[in-house]
């Protein structure tokens, strides 16, 4: 006979593995954050199209080669449909749409617009997956998005946007969000390696188009710059998403959308540490306030008790708990 654990208890040996999400989640944000050091080279040489085409023809060649190394075969059919929304969004739409768009605005202000991305997954995890909108998350999440408005200030020059950057921004922050809240539930039916990786071959067949562009330029480009787009192919798609995905199936879309403020905060630090850019106070500042806005959103909410009664979690750590009672039970 199986007994559920208590709520707010942990199933003998969750301890154990209760480490590797959090590590999964650090990867994926540090290696995305280094894919802003990266583009800024192979941008240089390499159109939005053409750019995205090469990352995801590298990304879809390392996963492909692991799901056949692993024979993990195909994931089952429920999953297809998030698969395919996924891929066409996230992979596909958001890689060309950004790519473009930072070509059009500065850095600060691309990095304000499509840091509005969290907050719609956050939504839209709440009304299209039931997951509720916990206190915590939400005054995490204005704090982050405050830390990168005043990164994305620090960072802004005069002059340097348009309309049209404006709005492929805003497009690659709802293309992420709706790509994300369309991955959770296709992970419910196949693993994160096999989600991820046929998602990237989604979005590379969905940007064949730009096969002319990548061949031309490809013969022009420096190799340091192609070098750079076989290195964002391989760590901050392949691995990195790989990482994302795996978090992303044990805990909320939305805390792990306010995860990715972030990013901001490393690419201060790197731009520092690889490209000799000292960051500006306001800047670091932004980090800070950022970091912070992470540590309120990611923390564990305030027990909530009645009487002498069992601790009530919040919303969103009732269900992970629930999903690791249901893994126990297995």
């Not at 154990?16 to 989640?25: E, F, G, I, Q, T």
């Not at 080669?65 to 024979?71: A, E, G, K, S, Y």
């Not at 790519?99 to 719609?120: F, S």
Request: net charge positive; charged share 10%; aromatic share 6%.
């Amino acid at each position: 006979m199986t007994t559920t654990p208590r709520s707010g208890s942990r199933a003998p040996g969750a301890s154990a593995r209760d480490w590797r999400a959090p590590a999964a989640a650090c990867t994926t944000v540090i290696l995305w954050a280094s894919a802003f050091v990266s583009i800024r080279t192979a941008g240089e040489a390499y159109s939005p199209g053409a750019l995205a085409l090469g990352r995801l023809l590298a990304g879809s060649l390392a996963l492909g080669t692991i799901l056949l190394v692993r024979r993990e075969g195909l994931p089952a059919r429920a999953a297809w449909p998030g698969i395919a929304a996924s891929g066409l969004l996230w992979f596909g739409l958001y890689m060309v749409v950004l790519n473009w768009g930072e070509q059009q605005v500065d850095a600060g202000t691309a990095a304000m617009v499509v840091n509005i991305g969290p907050i719609l997954i956050a939504l839209l995890g709440a009304g299209l997956l039931g997951e509720g909108l916990p206190r915590r998350l939400l005054i995490g999440m204005g704090v982050s998005f405050a830390g990168a408005a005043v990164v994305g200030l620090s960072m802004s020059g005069h002059g340097g946007s348009s309309v049209l950057g404006v709005v492929l921004c805003l497009v690659a922050a709802v293309a992420y969000a709706g790509g994300v809240v369309s991955q959770k539930p296709a992970l419910r039916h196949g693993s994160a390696l096999q989600i991820t990786t046929f998602g990237c071959l989604t979005g590379t067949v969905a940007c064949l188009p730009f096969t002319g562009a990548l061949l031309s330029e490809a013969a022009a480009a420096p190799v340091s710059a192609t070098l750079n787009m076989v290195y964002l192919g391989v760590f901050p798609t392949a691995l990195a998403f790989t990482t994302w995905a795996y978090a992303l199936s044990r805990t909320t879309a939305g805390r792990m959308g306010a995860t990715t403020y972030a990013v901001p905060a490393l690419v201060v630090l790197m731009s520092w540490l690889l490209l000799d850019e000292v960051p500006a106070p306001l800047a670091v500042a932004g980090g800070l306030l950022c970091l912070a806005g992470v540590a309120v959103s990611r923390g564990r909410g305030t027990a909530r008790r009645s009487g002498t009664g069992p601790v009530v979690p919040e919303p969103e750590q009732a269900t992970v708990e629930a999903g690791q009672a249901r893994v126990e039970r297995r």
